[in-house]
């Protein structure tokens, strides 16, 4: 196997998805005529079948999803996106969030307790040490750096995706990707198209919203980071 399809390989087993339960058939790339296609049901990417050696282990053939339904067929754009774009995004996605204080549960005070020598019992109310009396701390919140909205086209995708995309180029030792469509339904079955030398399509599934997940949980404060 050569050095270059070794990266296409790898690429390919990035990208599969990992719920066997939920989506057995997307667990492993799979053949689908002139392509060999991986998709966690948000992304996909798909190489050409003759770049991919025939003894690629755990790959098979499938009719179905046919991602060929899914794929634009008009290409109306042509725009470049670097990766160093791709690496300055993410920077700019907040990588922590200000929620409530636990200890005092937002009043940003705290009642302290004490005996006195001769035994009786006192409260006092102060300021509470943990959020230094302003009722709020600041925390590590992975899930919100995944799903903070990045804005492609005013398709919003989740930096979790872009973070995959750009994972992607360095796999392939790409420094550049080309954005090839946006489909926008009003929300809905949003999705963005890029090319990688003409050998490799990449698909993004946008967000189901800008500030929720899927059980309605707001997911981010801020703006969305544009891209293009």
């Given at each position: ?37 991986a ?15 025939d003894?690629?282990?755990?790959v ?28 300055k ?11 409530e ?69 360095s796999?392939?030792?790409a ?21 990688v ?21 707001v997911t ?5 980071v544009?891209?293009?």
């Amino acid at each position: 196997m050569t050095n270059e399809q070794k990266r296409l390989v790898s690429a390919l087993l990035l990208s599969h998805g990992r719920d066997p339960e939920r989506f057995p058939q997307l667990v492993h790339p799979f053949y689908q005529k002139e392509w060999c296609v991986a998709t966690d049901n948000k992304h996909l990417i798909r190489v050409k079948r003759d770049l991919i050696p025939d003894s690629t282990p755990g790959v098979y053939e499938r009719r179905f999803p046919n991602t060929a339904n899914i794929i634009p067929s008009r290409q109306e754009l042509n725009e470049t996106i670097t990766k160093d774009q791709l690496s300055k995004v993410l920077e700019q996605v907040p990588k922590t969030s200000t929620v409530e204080c636990g200890d005092c549960h937002g009043s940003g005070e705290v009642v302290f307790s004490y005996l006195s020598m001769d035994g009786e019992k006192y409260q006092r109310r102060e300021a509470c040490p943990v959020c230094g009396g302003c009722g709020e701390v600041e925390i590590d919140f992975p899930v919100m750096i995944r799903m903070y909205p990045c804005n492609i086209k005013d398709v919003l995708v989740p930096a979790g995706e872009i973070d995959w995309l750009n994972d992607i180029l360095s796999i392939l030792n790409a420094g550049k990707i080309t954005l090839r469509s946006v489909t926008s339904k009003e929300g809905r079955n949003d999705r963005v198209y890029f090319t990688v030398n003409d050998n490799i399509d990449i698909m993004i599934m946008g967000m189901l919203s800008a500030d929720k997940d899927e059980d309605g949980a707001v997911t981010y404060e801020g703006s969305p980071v544009r891209i293009v």
